[in-house]
């Protein structure tokens, strides 16, 4: 086992009716005055909107608020909540939504924080020394984003999609309330599935060596996303399996399913960052167009992974030679996302994409990281674009 830092900080309220506690956990986190930061408007046709502000009404906590969050979340709109903060001297940050509206609430937290332009933190150019608290009220169980330090932006100029990591954007308190996903589209709640399983895999597709516990964890969690998923496809109000996705997306992206590990491969996340950039897919439905030519680009690497994934996740019998048994998982698991209608190709998620964009997609994207990343697998540049052509 690798040495580890495990930092979750986030007071997670979660079960029916949690988001009636918004306003003492602002109170309890030392809120004043709040930016109520959304996205596109299905919190007020839900009308969760309606009912945390008038909590907040009762509570006699003053806040303004602004939505307007894009999936793939915008740089422009970052700026624009800064400078709204800093003339309104709001000091706590609520977001209402899925992982887009907490992304862009963290990056206005930085931006009111830090001198400077707060898109050097997203092109690695200097680290943050601070962020406004955050607290959040979850609408879409997939990015983990409620308790993860991470947040994604993208940069309209060049169409730049780019991750930030620290530990002072980690959400204060986290209310989730499965019933408030019922109301997502079926398309958006298979994504959100996919992602909370690849933020998992992420982390267990590396060289690391001995992680029992932490495998164990991540198997279980994985296991647990794939029976709710497919029970989502039927029967989409159903509670308990939305709490159990729920409570799984959190953990999925809080670290514990990687204490011990070498930090993670992520490449799949990486080359996924570029086709939300170029295409504004939903990030999900990207990481499944892209994970089996990954996948089977790189298995060889880590092979003893791959064949542990494929018997204790995917159920795989036990006999063949390690390969096989290694590509028999890959393809179960690909079949497990046609079952709930996630694409396994570029073509099927939507992308026709020329020479030339898979080309510049994979500068980009080996831009990035650096030059090179990944442990299943270190990959390059060339790497890049031959995953990303085995998956047009
Ligand atoms: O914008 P609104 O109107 O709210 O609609 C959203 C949006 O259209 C809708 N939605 C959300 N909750 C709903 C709902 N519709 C009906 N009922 C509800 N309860 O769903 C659509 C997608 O929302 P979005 O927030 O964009 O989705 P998600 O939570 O998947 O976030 C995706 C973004 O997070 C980044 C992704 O790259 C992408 O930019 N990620 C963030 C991470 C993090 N911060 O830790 C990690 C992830 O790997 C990921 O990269
Ligand atoms: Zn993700």
Redesign the pocket.
Same mark, same amino acid.
């Given at each position: 086992m690798f040495n580890f830092k495990y930092y979750t900080p986030t007071k997670v309220v979660f079960g029916k009716d949690t988001e009636t506690k918004v306003a003492e956990l602002i109170k309890e986190f030392g809120g004043k005055k709040v930016l109520i930061h959304?996205?596109?408007?299905?919190?007020i046709r839900?009308g969760l909107m309606k009912r945390v502000t008038d909590t907040l009404d009762a509570a006699g906590i003053n806040y303004i608020m602004l939505g307007g +969050?894009?999936?793939?979340?915008r740089l422009g709109l970052v700026y624009e909540g800064i400078e709204l903060c800093k003339k309104e001297n709001v000091d706590f940050l609520l977001a209402v939504?899925?992982?887009? +509206?907490? /992304?862009s609430a963290k990056a206005i937290g930085y931006g009111v924080t830090n001198e400077g332009d707060v898109w050097d933190f997203y092109d690695y150019k200097r680290e943050a020394k601070a962020c406004l608290p955050i607290g959040v009220i979850l609408?879409?169980s997939?990015?983990?984003?409620e308790m993860?330090d991470?947040?994604?932006i993208t940069k309209e100029e060049g169409l730049v999609?780019r991750?930030y990591s620290s530990d002072y954007s980690r959400p204060k308190f986290a209310i989730m309330n499965p019933e408030?996903?019922m109301?997502?589209?079926d398309y958006?709640t298979a994504?959100?599935c996919t /992602?909370i399983m690849m933020?998992t895999m992420e982390r267990y597709f590396t060289q690391g060596g001995n992680m029992e516990l932490t495998d164990s964890i991540a198997e279980g969690l994985l296991r647990t996303v794939m029976n709710n998923a497919k029970i989502l496809v039927k029967d989409p109000k159903n509670y308990e399996a939305r709490a159990e996705v729920m409570w799984a997306g959190s953990l999925a992206?809080n670290d514990l399913t990687g204490c011990g590990n070498d930090g993670g491969d992520w490449m799949a996340?990486k080359l996924e960052?570029e086709l939300?950039g170029l295409y504004d897919v939903?990030?999900?439905a990207g990481l499944a167009a892209v994970w089996g030519s990954w996948a089977r680009y790189v298995y060889k690497n880590c092979l003893p992974r791959f064949k542990k994934f494929a018997i204790n996740v995917m159920g795989v019998e036990n006999s063949g030679t390690d390969e096989e048994i290694a590509v028999k998982g890959i393809e179960a698991l690909e079949a497990f996302y046609r079952e709930i209608n996630m694409p396994t190709n570029l073509r099927e998620l939507g992308v026709n994409a020329t020479d030339e964009e898979l080309a510049e997609m994979a500068h980009k994207c080996a831009v990035g990281v650096g030059g090179a990343m990944g442990s299943a697998k270190l990959l390059n540049e060339d790497d890049m674009l031959a995953i990303f052509r085995a998956c047009k």
């Open positions: 959304y996205g596109g408007g299905s919190v839900s +969050a894009v999936p793939n979340p939504g899925g992982g887009s +509206a907490i /992304d609408t879409l997939a990015t983990g984003s993860s991470s947040s994604v999609k991750g408030l996903t109301t997502l589209p958006q994504c959100g /992602d933020h992206h996340h960052h939300g939903a990030h999900g």
